[in-house]
């Protein structure tokens, strides 16, 4: 993975590239990636599974504790 001074310096150098030799190194890029680059499968399935479910119950109990609950002590 890039790091942000990575791209940063990269983004630098390429602005200092004339726009055809901008294209050589993207196609390069994308040469690199397509042979090096993760491959990882991605669920674009809208179903929420019991970990989904589970999750989201428990950042909402977490957020009603830290919002909701935490003003009736404040009041109660």
Do not use: C, N
Request: aromatic share 10%.
């Amino acid at each position: 993975m890039v790091t942000r001074t990575q791209a940063r310096h990269i983004l630098e150098a390429l602005s200092t590239l004339p726009t055809e030799k901008v294209t050589e190194v993207y196609d390069f890029v994308t040469f690199l990636r397509e042979r090096y680059g993760q491959r990882t499968a991605v669920d674009v399935s809208d179903a929420w599974s019991e970990e989904d479910l589970h999750d989201l119950m428990r950042a909402s109990l977490a957020h009603a504790e830290h919002t909701i609950w935490a003003g009736e002590e404040e009041y109660g």
